[in-house]
């Protein structure tokens, strides 16, 4: 089982920016399909953004041109830059590793963008 730990969240304002990371071994990060997901509060699961093994990013229509993703081989860690947030990006944001093997989730952490 492939251990992810997200770290980064919490509360801003409309308009400010968040940097979430998710901790994981170096054959994960540099390996792995890497994605993010958000669950809000009485919402199915999506995803918001992911990286192929190959380097293929892909975001949804929602946070396209706000949010950006990125690996850090050097640090260990599958990154997600959020800008210019809006209410409605407040969920919980959680890590996601695929490979043939399967999928591995971390624990969550909480988004609040509110005034």
């Known amino acids: 089982q492939v251990q992810l730990v997200e770290s980064g969240g919490g509360l801003v304002q409309p308009g400010g920016s968040l940097r979430l990371s998710c901790a994981a071994s170096?054959?994960?990060?540099?390996?792995?399909?890497m994605r993010w997901f958000r669950q809000a509060p009485g919402k199915q699961r999506e995803l918001v953004a992911g990286?192929?093994?190959?380097?293929?990013?892909d975001y949804a229509a929602s946070v396209k041109g706000r949010f950006t993703v990125s690996r850090d081989n050097a640090k260990h860690t599958f990154d997600l830059q959020m800008n210019s947030l809006k209410p409605e990006d407040t969920a919980v944001y959680y890590c996601?590793?695929?490979?043939?093997?399967?999928?591995?989730w971390g624990q969550g952490t909480q988004v609040t963008v509110s005034s």
């Open positions: 996601n590793a695929a490979n043939w093997g399967g999928n591995s």
């Open positions: 170096a054959l994960v990060i540099s390996s792995y399909t």
């Open positions: 990286v192929t093994s190959t380097g293929r990013t």
